[in-house]
């Protein structure tokens, strides 16, 4: 027990684990889990969901939330130190896992369980726990069962290089400018270079590639050479044109390609897209192309308009006749200003982090009926924060949230799970979820709260929606309970869904205040906001269009060795109305399709939106005169979508909810590309 991570009885103490911790705790976990397995797959051990839980799944469990609390370190405070132990350990955990995936035994077990003796739930897992086992080689033999393991183990350890390529490339570049060469430049961000330069014995400006600094340059820095000398840098990260070559991700990603291509070959599939469709709500590839290409049909005439937009204004307003791609956003930016009287920076000042987050609370406390309260936790950096939520008294789930942006972690933002609510089988008690928020914002400074834009904002509701959806559910089967066992298509509904309220006059009146006055944000600034919402949907749709098409062709691709630029091109030149320069390697650092978890799946974020832009059409459709959403429609969404996780299929889900099934014209209207009729 003075392993930190073999300490069970509570919430993990990220305050104490420490490298040398890993490898004497993943090989005590292993040898339990491996003893638990050898158990249940003895001939006389019964084929009896609950008893093999009982001594399987405990087991299992304790090795995943161990490991989980070292991935979870390693994207957060990732050091030299901590990287060596998790690679070290990451080909045993793999062949763990694989080989539990694929084990005969069990899964003859599971096959011989009978149905009737389970509950709803247990049923559901069952029939998830079946197809889990084919997908994972269980029915492979010899040879091809080998290699199907060899294939994960290699899988695993290339695509954490590929995430390490991304984050040491952001981190490694960085460049100091003058006063004059940072005009335009927002205050707090130009105050927290300054810092920054300061903190590295230089004066001027240290600018680099994280997304507090990269995005305001390139929407305010007057000078186009200093955005140009940004945008180079971001968009050839970890690539063959980026000044860093040793992270250069081209080898990687073909490898990683090549081999997802050969596991979907040793599984009877077509290609890797098939694999992954095989547990989501969307039929197949050809009918995910088919949805990703009719919406592109739909936005290509407001993308088309959104550009000679901007190309007009640029050479009319800014004298720029020949823009190139280091001066979109800061054109738009422009054009936003100037049309809609409305920026960024003049909304900032208004959203701080701590008024944010009260806001956040209120709407999560009134439409789900649960409260939010301050907890304690041991935390892995001083910046982390952590709370309870529950409901009449009755503790429902717990949360970490990590928000600002630093070295040694990694960017973007995500939540996962430290634990799920289960009825634990071993000692017949309650466990309750705990999730970990993490984004990367701006720091605060000079003692001032953070302060985040409107995007932010987004980013932070995205993500509790994730969470909520991990910790608000009834389900006591762990398998299904929360977030487990959710279609991947349909996972991003409770995110996107919580994304609208940022928009709600009647939300964002009580999670604003100005940073130096404490006024609330002005009704005025915020119809000029409102105004701007949909500014540039078209081409924001055409992007992620792009994105999804990308990674839907490369994982089904008939070649063995495929040129992801090419097909990069090939997706721009079919729906794209803007083509960057020819050194744009955007794959390089597209962790989501490589290294995340989105493989023949980022079309997700697009379908669904039609899901969550539909479900929220129900709360307009019941809000009063006033615009304050009905605390019945909000406990209808908790019962039928959050609370059921993924206890069943979510469309059952959704319909249980909407009582139909979802329609595409909710979105349309959101995004300001309905079409009169």
């Not at 490298?19 to 090989?27: F, G, L, M, R, T």
């Not at 050479?225 to 990687?252: G, W």
């Not at 709260?449 to 089967?477: K, S």
Request: aromatic residues 10%; hydrophobic residues 40%; proline residues 5%.
């Amino acid at each position: 027990m003075n392993n930190p991570l073999l300490d069970f009885s509570g919430l993990p103490h990220f305050d104490r684990i420490t490298p040398a911790d890993v490898n004497p705790a993943v090989s005590e976990l292993l040898t339990q889990a491996d003893a638990a397995l050898a158990e249940v797959t003895q001939p006389g051990f019964p084929a009896d969901w609950t008893r093999i839980s009982r001594v399987l799944d405990t087991a299992t469990e304790k090795l995943g939330r161990a490991w989980g609390a070292v991935s979870h370190l390693q994207a957060v405070v990732d050091t030299p130190e901590l990287r060596a132990a998790y690679n070290a350990e990451l080909p045993r955990i793999t062949e763990f896992w694989t080989r539990l995936g694929a084990d005969e035994a069990l899964y003859g077990k599971y096959k011989q369980i009978g149905p009737a003796a389970l509950n709803r739930e247990q049923r559901h897992a069952r029939e998830l726990a079946l197809r889990n086992f084919v997908l994972s080689g269980a029915e492979l033999t010899g040879a091809a069962k080998e290699r199907f393991a060899a294939i994960q183990e290699r899988q695993a350890e290339i695509s954490q290089l590929f995430s390490e390529h991304v984050l040491d490339a952001t981190d490694a570049w960085s460049m100091i400018v003058s006063k004059e060469e940072a005009a335009g430049i927002p205050q707090d961000v130009s105050q927290t270079a300054h810092a920054a330069a300061l903190a590295d014995g230089k004066d001027g400006y240290k600018l680099t590639l994280k997304m507090p600094c990269y995005l305001p340059v390139m929407q305010y820095a007057h000078s186009s050479s200093l955005r140009e000398k940004l945008y180079r840098a971001y968009a050839t990260r970890a690539s063959d044109q980026s000044e860093h070559l040793q992270f250069d991700n081209s080898a990687v990603l073909r490898e990683i390609l090549q081999l997802r291509r050969e596991e979907a070959e040793l599984l009877g599939y077509a290609n890797h897209a098939q694999v992954s469709l095989a547990s989501k709500m969307a039929e197949s590839p050809e009918h995910v192309i088919g949805f990703l290409r009719d919406l592109a049909a739909r936005a290509r005439p407001f993308a088309e308009k959104d550009l000679a937009e901007m190309r007009a204004f640029a050479v009319e307003q800014l004298h720029i006749a020949d823009p190139k791609a280091w001066d979109w956003t800061f054109i738009g930016e422009k054009l936003k200003e100037a049309r809609y009287a409305f920026s960024d920076q003049v909304v900032k000042p208004y959203f701080t982090a701590p008024k944010v987050l009260d806001g956040l609370f209120k709407i999560v406390e009134t439409l789900f009926e649960v409260s939010i309260r301050k907890d304690q936790a041991p935390v892995w950096h001083p910046g982390v924060l952590f709370y309870r939520i529950e409901r009449q008294g009755e503790l429902v789930g717990q949360f970490y949230l990590d928000p600002g942006a630093r070295q040694g972690k990694r960017g973007g933002a995500w939540m996962d799970d430290v634990r799920a609510r289960w009825l634990r089988p071993d000692n017949g008690q309650l466990q309750t979820p705990v999730a970990h928020k993490v984004c990367n914002f701006a720091e605060g400074i000079n003692g001032k709260p953070p302060l985040l834009t409107h995007d932010d904002v987004i980013t932070l509701f995205h993500e509790c929606g994730h969470g909520l959806h991990h910790m608000l559910t009834q389900v006591n089967e762990r398998d299904v309970s929360g977030i487990s066992g959710v279609e991947w298509d349909a996972v991003e509904l409770p995110s996107q869904f919580m994304e609208n309220f940022c928009w709600e006059w009647s939300v964002l009146k009580h999670m604003t205040a100005h940073v130096d006055t404490g006024e609330p944000l002005p009704r005025n600034l915020y119809d000029k906001m409102l105004a701007a919402k949909n500014f540039q949907s078209g081409l924001q749709t055409l992007r992620q269009i792009e994105f999804s098409l990308l990674d839907m062709y490369v994982h089904t691709h008939a070649a063995e060795d495929v040129d992801v630029m090419a097909v990069l091109q090939q997706v721009r030149d079919e729906v794209s109305v803007m083509h960057p320069p020819a050194f744009n390697r955007m794959p390089h650092s597209f962790s989501h399709i490589f290294a995340g978890g989105y493989a023949a799946g980022y079309y997700s974020y697009k379908w669904a939106e039609v899901l969550s832009a539909d479900a929220y059409a129900a709360f307009e459709e019941t809000a009063s005169a006033d615009g304050e959403h009905s605390i019945e429609t909000g406990r209808r969404y908790r019962q039928s979508i959050l609370e059921a996780g993924g206890s069943r299929p979510a469309m059952e889900s959704f319909k249980a909810f909407r009582g139909r099934e979802p329609a595409l014209d909710a979105l349309l209207r959101h995004q300001g590309m309905a079409v009169a009729s």
